[in-house]
């Protein structure tokens, strides 16, 4: 089969190259996918460099990548199962989380996998895996946003912010959005009900929130708490400082132990890829609330040239793979 692959860490059109190589063996658990289309994300940027350090001790090879292929929100169809596997079957459509996703078939944990929401295609069904779930988690059970709560969102224009605009007013939240000049008109089509641009004013400018999502921009703690209500919720979900030990996740560690001595909640969010998420995010795509919002679809060669796109900070909310 075709596949992205790479031997050595590094940025993508230095380390990434399309090859023939052999299907992915599967184990008891898991299901193999004819993948039709795959998403790109930032975590894919993450693991393709080995950055920041700590992620190489996590399991991901410490001098060069253990696992050779990229790709991890994927969508298809069921190729095969593993032994223990009762659901989903062959020949069933399937969107979720695998290893490998830019290659013509991969494997999943089949407990990362869920029915393909009906009214997507296959590019938009891979466009919400990770990023969706991410979003997903962040509004409900970080920010555990309620009907009427003003909330701000902070990479509005991004693969999480995107989805988590839509999801918030799915919530009946009264959402600000914030991202650059060139993204103000996405991020006010996603639903948003105000725009702050942040290259102009500042996040304080729309006045104090119930809940800030953070998913970009690495402000400092005391910055976002101005921006706060005095009882409110600060949900760090990401940034990107391009610092090679910590990333952008120095506050990730400081934010719950300064929340212990004030009165606003200081959070950090982990996400945890599961189906039954996935079947509540299909819920919210198959009622109309949620749709992905992509930027454009690339062919499986010019993978590197999109993740590229995407770490330039060019992309407008996902791109996707097509296969
Ligand atoms: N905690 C978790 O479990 C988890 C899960 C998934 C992702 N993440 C992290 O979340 C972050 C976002 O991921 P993503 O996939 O959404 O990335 P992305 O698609 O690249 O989006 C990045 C966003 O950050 C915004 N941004 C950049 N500089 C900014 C600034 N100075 N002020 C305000 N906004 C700024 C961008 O807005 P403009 O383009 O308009 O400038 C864009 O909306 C990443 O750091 C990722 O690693 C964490």
Known sequence: MRAIVQDEYGEAQDVLRLEQVARPQIADDEVLVR????????????????????????????????????????????????KDVTTPAPGEEVYGI??????????????KLAPKPTNLTFEQAAAAPVSALTALQAVRDGGRVRSRQSVLII????????????????????????????????????????????????????????????????????????????????????????????????????????????????????????????VALTELIESGKVTPAIERTYPLAETPTAIQHMVEGNARGKLVITI
């Open 35 to 82: 993948v039709h289309a795959a998403g790109v994300d930032r975590g894919v940027w993450h693991i393709m460099t080995g950055l920041p350090y700590p992620i190489r001790v996590m399991g991901y090879g410490f001098r060069v990548p253990k696992d050779r292929a990229r790709g991890r929100e994927v969508a298809g169809v069921v190729e095969a199962v593993g």
């Open 98 to 111: 695998g290893e490998g996703g830019f290659a013509e078939f991969c494997r999943a944990r089949a407990d």
């Open 155 to 278: 990479g509005a224009s991004g693969g999480v912010g995107t989805f988590a605009v839509q999801i918030a007013k799915a919530f009946g939240a009264e959402v600000t959005g914030v991202c650059s000049t060139a993204k103000v008109d996405l991020v006010r089509s996603l639903g948003a009900d105000h725009v702050i641009d942040y290259t102009r004013d500042d996040i304080t400018s729309g006045g104090r929130y119930d809940v800030i999502l953070d998913i970009g921009g690495h402000r400092s703690l005391t910055h976002l708490r101005r921006a706060l209500a005095p009882a409110g919720t600060l949900v760090i979900v990401g940034s990107e400082t391009g610092g090679r030990w910590l990333g952008g996740f120095d506050r990730s560690l400081r934010a719950p132990l300064l929340s212990l001595f004030v009165g606003q909640k200081l959070t950090a969010l982990t996400n945890s890829e599961n189906a039954k998420d996935l």
